[in-house]
């Protein structure tokens, strides 16, 4: 565990020499928590379907829907802000290799579906983040209020027992409310999460090669308009899914320029440049070739296009 924090701490450092990164930061202090272990003679072992051993501790139950095969390397243990204690149980094994199907499919990322494929689909975008808002709105307000009242305290307790002063651990009112607050939150961010487990699983068993635009993510989050929807659709974590899921079962992903996909008819090949600015406009004729195009299935189209000529 100690080893393993030492080394991320060196690893930090080397870093920062090497010009890669920022310097190192000092932790802030949150409530979620996390310590990595090493698999050393056998230390971790998952006796049974619902019985974890881990270093330093007794033997844990827990619950998981698939059971870990192959040698354990690491388990890191994460507690997460609501108090729910995750075990991550690390293995080596070998890629399976899905079936190879022979289809080739574009996609174009967006609001108002998360994913648009050349061939018509679409997966809707939920907004989980919406959903819960109103009780959001309701029970953020508290933790802060709570927490002044919980700091005045403390400040009395050090003038009138300063051996024994509380810490914000010790304030249920406070910690009820961080709570739920925590709850909410990591409600929304599971339901997101599994939706794009299984919606990228599903499209690497059914395309050979997936060709996606090369979004610059930081860049489209300044747009303070469009930060909250583009941050909740999660494009970066579906984007790097789908490429490690790629990876592991022989399937290829192809990055492309995103220029101009949405202005171009992918029938004919003719430019409109009228749409740059109309962001609103969802399905358009093309002026040249008059076929009735759907706007986000259309750039699906070039971005496949584009894949294809990256290929040949
Ligand atoms: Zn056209």
């Given at each position: 565990m100690f080893s393993n924090t030492t080394r991320y701490f060196h690893d930090g450092f080397q870093r920062w020499f090497k010009r890669q990164n920022q310097i190192p930061q000092k932790k802030k202090r949150t409530w979620a928590q996390s310590a990595t272990s090493n698999a050393v003679n056998g230390n971790i072992k998952v006796l049974d379907a619902h019985h974890l051993q881990a270093p330093r501790m007794e033997v844990v139950s827990f619950r998981a829907g698939r059971l870990p095969a192959g040698r354990i390397e690491q388990l890191p243990l994460h507690q997460n802000a609501v108090g729910q204690y995750y075990a991550f149980v690390l293995c080596e094994c070998e890629n399976q290799s899905l079936a190879q199907t022979g289809k080739r499919i574009g996609g174009d990322l967006g609001l108002k579906a998360l994913l648009n494929l050349s061939d018509g689909q679409k997966e809707p975008l939920v907004r989980y983040n919406k959903q819960l808002s109103k009780q959001l709105r309701r029970w953020d307000k508290q933790p802060a209020w709570r927490r002044i009242g919980a700091e005045?305290?403390?400040?009395?307790d050090q003038h009138e027992h300063p051996g024994n002063v509380r810490t914000l651990a010790d304030f249920k009112t406070y910690q009820c409310a961080r709570g739920m607050v925590a709850k909410l939150k990591a409600h929304a961010a599971n339901?997101?999460?599994?939706?794009?487990?299984?919606?990228?699983?599903?499209?690497?068993?059914?395309?050979?090669?997936?060709?996606?635009?090369?979004?610059?993510?930081?860049?489209?989050?300044?747009?303070?308009?469009?930060?909250?929807?583009?941050?909740?659709?999660?494009?970066?974590?579906?984007?790097?899914?789908?490429?490690?899921?790629?990876?592991?079962?022989?399937?290829?992903?192809?990055?492309?320029?995103?220029?101009?996909?949405?202005?171009?008819?992918?029938?004919?090949?003719?430019?409109?440049?009228?749409?740059?600015?109309?962001?609103?406009?969802?399905?358009?004729?093309?002026?040249?070739?008059?076929?009735?195009?759907?706007?986000?299935?259309?750039?699906?189209?070039?971005?496949?296009?584009?894949?294809?000529?990256?290929?040949?």
């Amino acid at each position: 565990m100690f080893s393993n924090t030492t080394r991320y701490f060196h690893d930090g450092f080397q870093r920062w020499f090497k010009r890669q990164n920022q310097i190192p930061q000092k932790k802030k202090r949150t409530w979620a928590q996390s310590a990595t272990s090493n698999a050393v003679n056998g230390n971790i072992k998952v006796l049974d379907a619902h019985h974890l051993q881990a270093p330093r501790m007794e033997v844990v139950s827990f619950r998981a829907g698939r059971l870990p095969a192959g040698r354990i390397e690491q388990l890191p243990l994460h507690q997460n802000a609501v108090g729910q204690y995750y075990a991550f149980v690390l293995c080596e094994c070998e890629n399976q290799s899905l079936a190879q199907t022979g289809k080739r499919i574009g996609g174009d990322l967006g609001l108002k579906a998360l994913l648009n494929l050349s061939d018509g689909q679409k997966e809707p975008l939920v907004r989980y983040n919406k959903q819960l808002s109103k009780q959001l709105r309701r029970w953020d307000k508290q933790p802060a209020w709570r927490r002044i009242g919980a700091e005045a305290e403390t400040a009395r307790d050090q003038h009138e027992h300063p051996g024994n002063v509380r810490t914000l651990a010790d304030f249920k009112t406070y910690q009820c409310a961080r709570g739920m607050v925590a709850k909410l939150k990591a409600h929304a961010a599971n339901q997101r999460l599994d939706q794009l487990q299984k919606y990228t699983t599903r499209l690497v068993k059914t395309y050979d090669v997936i060709v996606l635009e090369d979004l610059n993510v930081k860049g489209l989050l300044k747009n303070h308009r469009l930060a909250r929807a583009i941050s909740n659709a999660s494009w970066s974590k579906l984007v790097m899914m789908i490429q490690y899921k790629c990876a592991w079962y022989g399937k290829q992903l192809i990055l492309v320029s995103p220029a101009y996909t949405s202005q171009i008819c992918a029938c004919c090949g003719a430019k409109n440049d009228l749409l740059s600015q109309w962001l609103k406009v969802r399905e358009w004729d093309c002026p040249s070739c008059g076929v009735h195009l759907d706007r986000d299935t259309n750039a699906a189209q070039n971005i496949l296009v584009k894949g294809n000529k990256q290929i040949a």
